[in-house]
């Protein structure tokens, strides 16, 4: 099956940093991922859909100056947590959409933000 | 092996009847999740099941949880056009209460409502 990969699957950082966190579709191209963001023991929730070469698409509630989202090639997205704040410790999972509609979903990245 | 087995993997059905999509493992689930996928967007968390026996209902949707913890069936009674879709079960096969766990997927569910 297709593969999607994140990097990095964990990290900790200070209050107020930026952290990137990077989404790759191994071997397929994906035009569009999706970003999600699970809180322990509940349910994912979807953060935004970003499409290749155009702005990302949030939902409701969702800061797009706190969340930047760049998908700038058709393999790579990459989603900034800006100022990061112990409330946006979370974890973080991307997925991948295949021209066959199919979702394949990166292994998540673990946010701390002590 | 895949630790979560989703079925039927399509369903193609006629506007009006019912259907059912099941989700089974093999160890014991102490969370189970329903998402729905429009063509071409992002999951919509429909419900979570926790507790042996336990059922929901969404609108025209139930999903209920074996009295085992092991399988998970989802129910569209009257089914509509707007249900169409993909059906995905995601797991959570950690017991403890806190913490992050990343959850298992199913493969989905590919279901198309023809009017």
């Known amino acids: 099956g297709a593969v999607v990969s994140q990097h990095p699957s964990r990290v900790i950082c200070k209050s107020g940093t930026s952290v990137k966190i990077e989404c790759r579709s191994l071997?397929?191209?994906?035009?569009?991922m999706f970003w999600y963001r699970q809180f322990p023991k509940k349910s994912l929730m979807l953060m935004a859909t970003?499409?290749?070469?155009?702005?990302?698409?949030?939902e409701q509630g969702v800061e797009k100056d706190k969340f930047l989202i760049n998908h700038a090639s058709l393999t790579l997205s990459t989603l900034t947590v800006t100022s990061a704040h112990p409330e946006d410790s979370s974890f973080y999972i991307c997925?991948?959409?295949?021209?066959?509609?199919?979702?394949?979903f990166g292994p998540g990245t673990r946010l701390l933000v002590l | 092996s895949q630790e979560l087995e989703q079925s039927p993997q399509s369903l193609i059905v006629q506007e009006g009847k019912n259907l059912t999509i099941n989700c089974t493992s093999s160890?014991?689930?102490?969370?189970l999740y329903w998402y729905k996928q429009k063509y071409g967007e992002g999951l919509i968390f429909l419900m979570m099941?926790?507790?042996?026996?336990e059922e929901k209902s969404h609108e025209k949707i139930t999903a209920k949880l074996d009295e085992k913890k092991q399988q998970s069936s989802l129910h569209i009674t009257a089914s509509q056009p707007s249900h169409a879709g993909i059906y995905l079960c995601?797991?959570?096969?950690?017991?403890?209460?806190?913490?992050?766990?990343?959850?298992?997927f199913g493969k989905g569910t590919k279901l198309t409502v023809n009017p």
């Open positions: 997925s991948a959409l295949t021209s066959q509609e199919t979702q394949y």
């Open positions: 071997d397929f191209q994906a035009t569009t």
């Open positions: 970003s499409n290749e070469g155009s702005k990302a698409t949030y």
């Open positions: 160890k014991t689930l102490y969370g």
């Open positions: 099941l926790q507790k042996g026996g």
């Open positions: 995601g797991a959570d096969f950690n017991p403890s209460q806190g913490g992050s766990e990343k959850l298992v």
